[in-house]
């Protein structure tokens, strides 16, 4: 067993993925593509702002021979699909912007992927942006895509090339894999380079305010879900609800339904 810092923490995931090798081997599992790169950015931003939005891309790499830009964007937020579908619509824009035509010279895909789990439960979600007839079938014109991974959700159906991928992220996330169970040297070296006694001090300090900032994020959610069930119940005792039905059906105990009523 190796003791490795988790995947989760942004700053591990892009000391690992922002190696060119890794990251080329990577998109090319993902994607089913033939890419290469010799830099992969971190924190890449388009100057001037594309929308009058500063986005920056956890790591953005351009294949310059086959014409191909992949970003993979790391995330643990409420809103990734909106956020990276909006991130993925900055890049095309940035293609168009000096360009005399609105057609794109080059393929744009973007890769999510979602460490602390997703609602919808899914392994593998993507979106298309090839025109389609009735009946589903895409008529080429248009590469572009996005996908969304969640290792989390990986199983017996994930396709096979990517799946060793999936399981290794998400194997990470109790700082302990046991390493005999991959086979991609890509992997392996992941392994290494995100291994406990490697890390250093500057990126164990940013390990810790993420984990505090994340902290934060959860304290304000959970208040917030709190106060829209509080305002819900009130709602229903104006309605003369009883409270055990109100606590039911609001996750609110019915202590707490009854000191609501009893304040009001």
């Known amino acids: ?36 790169c010799d830099v992969v950015e971190t924190e890449k931003s388009f100057s001037p702002p594309i929308g ?13 021979k086959n014409r191909i830009i992949v970003d993979i964007q790391h995330v643990r937020s409420h ?40 609602k919808h439960q899914k392994d593998v979600l993507t979106i298309d942006f090839d025109p389609k007839d009735l009946n589903g079938n895409g008529v080429k014109e248009i590469p572009h895509k996005i996908i969304y991974l969640c290792p989390k ?6 396709p096979a090339a990517y799946k060793e991928w999936m399981d290794a992220i998400q194997d990470t996330l109790d700082e302990e894999v046991d390493e005999t169970h991959y086979h991609e040297l890509m992997i392996q070296k992941i392994f290494d380079s995100i291994e406990k006694d490697g890390i250093s001090p500057t990126e164990r300090a940013r390990m810790f305010e993420e984990y505090n900032n994340e902290e934060h994020k959860q304290t304000v959610f959970a208040e917030g879900e709190l106060k829209a069930q509080q305002t819900i ?32």
């Open 52 to 64: 009058n939005v500063d986005s920056r891309f956890d790591l953005f790499a351009q294949d310059e």
């Open 79 to 118: 809103d990734h699909y909106d956020r990276f579908l909006h991130y993925h619509c900055v890049a095309l824009l940035e293609q168009v912007a000096n360009a005399k035509s609105y057609r794109h010279t080059l393929k744009i895909f973007t890769i999510v992927v979602l460490t602390s789990g997703d």
């Open 153 to 158: 959700y990986a199983n017996e159906n994930t």
């Open 233 to 264: 119940a009130k709602g229903m005792l104006l309605e003369g609800l009883n409270l055990e039905i109100i606590a039911k059906l609001t996750d609110l105990t019915i202590e707490a339904v009854e000191e609501l009523r009893n304040n009001d």
């Open 1 to 36: 067993m190796k003791q490795v810092a988790s995947l989760q923490y942004g700053v591990i995931f892009k000391k690992a993925f922002s190696q060119p090798d890794i990251f080329t081997a990577f998109v090319r599992a993902v994607l089913g593509i033939e890419f290469s």
